[in-house]
């Protein structure tokens, strides 16, 4: 089993939807959990770190489900500039250990 | 302030020829870091470093080479090219490599190995 799984997609979805992806770890020793976006394959960029309470950013909600495994991204009111793969991470101690992306693909 | 740079951004080589990847970061981070990203993967950690003079292997480390000598610098070196190696590598940085930390990557370099 890997340590970081996600659903590769894509996941195709009408502009204004909301869109939701989750992804499961394999450590239940983990620190901490992040979700980064990337673009057409250009370097991964920071979207939001993902606390044990939940986190909100403007339209993402971020959320850590440590009894099930389990961290979520919610996205709301999608754009199309929400196009891009997105990445979940775990990190502990010196290393992070990346799933390997959900395709989202926002339709006009 | 350039962030991470990494050169060069593309490279097509031969099997069994020798290559160093370059990367550089101004923001004095002790971290600093090499993964390589294939189709359908996620990112995987070759080598990293949390300062100068200090490295250590990752998760997929065999055929690549660093040193770090300077802050600055965290060179990843090939040394007998595969086609295995083909891959996109990214070089990223951080404060002090804390899992909190925020990762800074550089634009990536396009190796193919022919």
């Known amino acids: 089993r890997k340590e970081v799984e996600q659903d590769p997609g894509p996941f195709n979805v009408p502009e204004g939807a909301t869109v939701a992806f989750n992804c499961t770890y394999s450590?239940?020793?983990?620190?901490?959990f992040f979700w980064y976006r990337q673009d057409c394959r250009k370097e991964p960029k920071l979207l939001m770190s993902v606390y044990s309470s939940g986190n909100e950013d403007g339209r993402f909600t971020a959320q850590l489900n440590r009894a099930s495994q389990y961290i979520s991204l919610l996205i709301r009111d999608s754009k199309l500039s929400d196009s891009a793969t997105y990445l979940c991470v775990r990190g502990s101690n010196y290393q992070l250990i990346w799933g390997a992306g959900t395709k989202l693909i926002i339709k006009p | 302030n350039a962030g991470v740079t990494q050169t060069p951004k593309f490279q097509v080589l031969k099997t069994g020829q020798s290559m160093t990847l370059q990367c550089a970061q101004d923001m004095n981070h002790e971290y600093m870091s090499w993964y390589r990203q294939d189709p359908g993967m996620g990112l995987r950690l070759i080598h990293y470093s949390v300062g100068a003079g200090i490295t250590d292997q990752g998760e997929v480390p065999n055929g690549y080479n660093v040193s770090r000598s300077t802050t600055e610098d965290f060179p990843l070196r090939l040394l007998s090219a595969a086609p295995s190696q083909t891959s996109v590598y990214f070089c990223?940085?951080?404060?002090?490599?804390?899992?909190?930390?925020?990762?800074?990557f550089g634009p990536g370099t396009r190796l193919t190995v022919l």
């Open positions: 450590n239940s020793a983990s620190q901490s």
């Open positions: 990223a940085s951080s404060y002090s490599g804390s899992p909190t930390d925020t990762q800074y």
